[in-house]
């Protein structure tokens, strides 16, 4: 942490030249004269270090807004949601999805809209996307980064007031709420408190072997949100194995019976 204070030193600090005319023996010098000690007030340096952040679930709700004002999805209409091992569908509003943080669903709006579509807006709005970027990761907000103030220029764009009851919009330990017109992101204390205490916390990986993959995030998701999933259908394979002690949020992976 850095305390940082600016002052243009042509205006705060005075320098002249002084010759003595009156002693040969002294040399001439310089004098100058500073400006009384500026008192610092707690004002700290803002820390750059979480500005870009990965949008995770919240850019979903500008994409979708965004859709539905463009007309590519209708705001009434029904979503047909694919599910990962197509062992049933499911049909919902465009705002249901979001308000459940239906992942599935997202990704069958995403579908609708088209990867042209959406990478059009990001770059319309300056975010900058690979093309080689999955469909379903510029819906969920994986795989990039974009600033802060970025993410919530897209809320104060396209988000209106009909969608006001998803807020405050929670996800992992960040929350995004809406204070009369005005939107902010920022930590979920309660997460983050909850977060804290458990980060070092020693814990057992559970046997997902044969588990739907649906179960084994489910399962794996109380112990930490660092979870990479390949596949889909049952699992097949884990990372760490079974039974082995863990400690805070690690870094897990399952894998489905189609990965190869």
Request: with cysteine; charged share 25%; aromatic share 8%.
């Amino acid at each position: 942490m850095y305390l940082s204070t600016a002052f243009n030193v042509m205006e705060k600090f005075s320098m002249k030249r002084t010759l003595n005319v009156h002693t040969a023996a002294t040399p001439a010098g310089f004098s100058g004269t500073l400006p009384e000690r500026i008192a610092v007030t707690g004002r700290i340096a803002p820390s750059t270090a979480d500005l870009s952040i990965e949008p995770a679930l919240f850019v979903a709700i500008p994409i979708v807004s965004s859709a539905i004002q463009d007309g590519l999805i209708e705001k009434e209409g029904l979503i047909l949601i694919k599910k990962a091992n197509n062992a049933k569908v499911d049909f919902k509003k465009p705002f249901d999805i979001l308000k459940d943080k239906d992942e599935e669903g997202l990704v069958s709006i995403a579908e609708f809209i088209g990867k042209k579509q959406l990478l059009h807006l990001m770059k319309k709005e300056g975010i900058s996307i690979q093309d080689d970027l999955e469909l379903k990761d510029i819906i969920l907000g994986k795989g990039y980064t974009m600033e802060k103030k970025t993410l919530i220029a897209l809320f104060d764009k396209y988000v209106a007031d009909e969608y006001n009851s998803l807020f405050p919009f929670v996800f992992n330990n960040r929350e995004i709420t809406k204070n009369g017109k005005v939107f902010e992101m920022d930590e979920n204390h309660e997460r983050a408190k909850v977060h804290n205490q458990t980060v070092d916390a020693e814990w057992i990986m559970p046997n997902l072997a044969n588990l739907p993959m649906k179960a084994a995030l489910e399962k794996l998701s109380l112990k930490t949100s660092r979870v990479k999933i390949y596949g889909s259908g049952i699992v097949t394979d884990q990372s760490p194995k079974a039974f082995e002690k863990i400690k805070g949020e690690a870094q897990c992976a399952i894998y489905g019976r189609s990965y190869k």
